[in-house]
T-cell receptor, first 117, second 112 residues
Framework: EAGVAQSPRYKIIEKRQSVAFWCNPI?????LYWYQQILGQGPKLLIQ????????DSQLPKDRFSAERLKGVDSTLKIQPAKLEDSAVYLC???????????????FGPGTRLTVL | AQSVTQPDIHITVSEGASLELRCNYS??????LFWYVQSPGQGLQLLLK??????LVQGIKGFEAEFKRSQSSFNLRKPSVHWSDAAEYFC??????????FGQGTRLTINP
């Protein structure tokens, strides 16, 4: 079974430029997450999708970050304009959706390392 | 609000020695607890998880963890480490809507 795919793996941009990241989750996984991992810290959730709807975007800096999952499969995360403090690894994860109290494993992609100069 | 604390930022152990990585959590309800490992340039891989039942859980690669409700802890252990265990380890608590809250991580270095 293919894992979570992300591209690009690395990106270097100047501040105030824009950048976009792409994620393809595991087939059949309805839930998709974007995390930001700053060097020396644990991942922090930016946004969670259930199919093509947003479940939680409370920690997404909406003045510069946006994300979409139009067909409920692939997702893109965009930053415009980028700031120096956006330098981080952006991780995508996906999970099967089940009801009730079950708690399914999140599977993570390899991440995109963004450097803002 | 839920939170996770990993008190040790960096730990160095000799190959073949035992390992314990500490994790303390804060969560108002029965927690779902996880340990993930991240090798350089890789995504996170799940080592083990605790949902309920037996408080000692076994994971992959010879790791185990013990849930202690009285201490709000979920420490990760391995009897004998291998050079390939060098990585970053993250403890996480599962919050509402299946959102994971991670600790800051512990970097493990193995001396030959």
């Amino acid at each position: 079974e293919a894992g979570v795919a992300q591209s690009p793996r690395y990106k270097i941009i100047e501040k105030r430029q824009s950048v976009a990241f792409w994620c393809n989750p595991i087939s059949g996984h309805a839930t998709l997450y974007w995390y930001q991992q700053i060097l020396g810290q644990g991942p922090k959730l930016l946004i969670q999708f259930q199919n093509n709807g947003v479940v939680d975007d409370s920690q997404l800096p909406k003045d510069r970050f946006s994300a979409e999952r139009l067909k409920g499969v692939d997702s893109t995360l965009k930053i415009q304009p980028a700031k120096l403090e956006d330098s981080a690894v952006y991780l995508c994860a996906s999970r099967e959706h089940t009801g009730g109290q079950s708690y399914n494993e999140q599977f993570f992609g390899p991440g995109t390392r963004l450097t803002v100069l | 609000a839920q939170s996770v604390t990993q008190p040790d930022i960096h730990i160095t152990v000799s190959e073949g020695a035992s390992l314990e990585l500490r994790c303390n959590y804060s969560y108002g309800a029965t927690p779902y607890l996880f340990w993930y490992v991240q090798s350089p340039g890789q995504g996170l891989q799940l080592l083990l998880k605790y949902f309920s039942g037996d408080t000692l859980v076994q994971g992959i690669k010879g790791f185990e963890a013990e849930f202690k409700r009285s201490q709000s802890s979920f420490n990760l252990r391995k009897p004998s480490v291998h050079w390939s265990d060098a990585a970053e380890y993250f403890c996480a608590v599962g919050a509402l809507a299946q959102k994971l809250v991670f600790g800051q991580g512990t970097r493990l270095t193995i001396n030959p």
